[in-house]
């Protein structure tokens, strides 16, 4: 696996993006899909899954735990649930691969069984800290060893007997509640869990289509322990952190008008649609319904003219994994973008901010990375608000695509380097933007 890969993304006389598609299933909820699969009693059919490496990697671990999974096939993924204390132990390191979601639930998922785990992960998870998770699991019992600086591998030590906590999270954080609330199924007695602000819920929603109760009270999601999942059936909505490229591209790219299907709008991820119409975008959602416990719904787009804004902080952890193709829109405004709070995005794949940054400041956009945030100076009044170039993703999917995005307003070709990784949460991302009206290729180098 030593491979690298190049994206050769360039501007194309008309830049007009058209017609309708439907993006790769949701990250967030594949996860969660084979993690819940997996506990529950009975036999979980998913549709919709991600078939991208960083869901597949969760996959992997639980048929190491002796689960058996078929699939993906299409989207279709079978997971014939072992209930809650019937995972078996394995001598495997339990490989997470890029996939940061999959190494912290399953920290929590799997602090309060009999056997010991070891959760290792590719060059960019084991940098990304997990102290984050140890630390409120190792107040309810747990007994979880990392480096010393916090990072994977990580090692936990089974045998432990867990008991329920009242944990307010330091950091506006999805992965670090879901690990609390799925160690608190292990645990004797209640575990809350309050977030500063909203963060998203799929493991609440996912949860009680298993059968569990989550009360949520204000910012606080509380469990009892013991409690078991029926299986069920999941339906996983196209992504819409896949979405937010083509949608950012529809606006950006003079006379597009772009339809996104079956795109799920759960509120606590449509911070994105929020901040692009706050910065003027024309974004429609039609058909609204509902998809196993997940709204979902079709996006229309259409491009129009940006403003820069200050972009509020309540939007940020609504938004959080958007914000790589929201610089990009940034830099097609008119005006001043400012972003701040926003200082979770620099241990992500990639430090965000910083990468974000450097790549932007290459194609000749005034953009001043701050320690939460990024200010970008716009060039919406210009055609061609880019020059060529070639940035350096530094293997973070999102930061490739953004910078694909980018070249609909280049005046020369982007070459994007080390764009591997697009496939651990958008398989089929060149095909689909080739189809839409793009011109990307992908290089083997
Ligand atoms: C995720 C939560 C977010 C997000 C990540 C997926 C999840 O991370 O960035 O891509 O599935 O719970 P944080 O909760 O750490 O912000």
Known sequence: MNQVQNFYAQPRAGHLLAGSLRV??????????????ALATGVTEVSGFLEGADAISTMNVFRALGVRIEGPHAGRVT???????????????????????AMRLLMGLLAGQAFDCLLVGDESLTKRPMKRVS?????????????AGGTPPVRLIGGQSLNGIDYTLPMASAQ?????????????????????????????????????????????ASIEGGQHLRATAVDVPADISSSAFFLVAAAIASGSTLTLEHVGINPTRTGVIDILRLMGASITLT?????????????????????????????????????PVLFVAAACARGKTVLTGAEELRVKESDRIAVMADGLRKLGIDAEPTPDGMVIQGRGEHREVFSGGVVDSHGDHRIAMAFAVAS?????????????????????FVELANRAGMQVTALAV
Do not use: W
């Open 24 to 37: 790769p299933g949701d990250k967030s909820i594949s996860h969660r899909s084979v993690m819940l699969g």
């Open 79 to 101: 997971v014939e649930g072992v209930g809650l204390h019937g995972l078996k132990a394995t001598n495997q390191a339990l490989d997470c691969g890029n996939a940061g979601t």
């Open 135 to 147: 630390m409120p699991l190792a107040l309810m019992g747990a007994k979880i060893e990392t480096t």
């Open 176 to 220: 670090v509640k879901s690990a609390v609330l799925l160690a608190g199924l292990y645990a004797s007695g209640k575990t809350s869990v309050t977030e500063p602000a909203p963060t998203r819920d799929h493991t609440e929603r996912m949860l009680g289509g298993f059968g569990v109760k989550v009360q949520r009270d204000g910012a606080t």
């Open 287 to 323: 058909n609204p319904r509902d998809a196993a416990g997940e709204p979902v719904a079709d996006l229309v787009v259409n491009a129009g003219e940006l403003r820069g804004i200050e972009i509020p902080e309540a939007l940020v952890p609504l938004a959080i994994d958007e914000f």
């Open 408 to 428: 609909l307003r280049a005046a020369a070709p982007i070459t994007i380097t080390d764009t591997l990784n697009v496939g651990t949460s958008f398989p089929g």
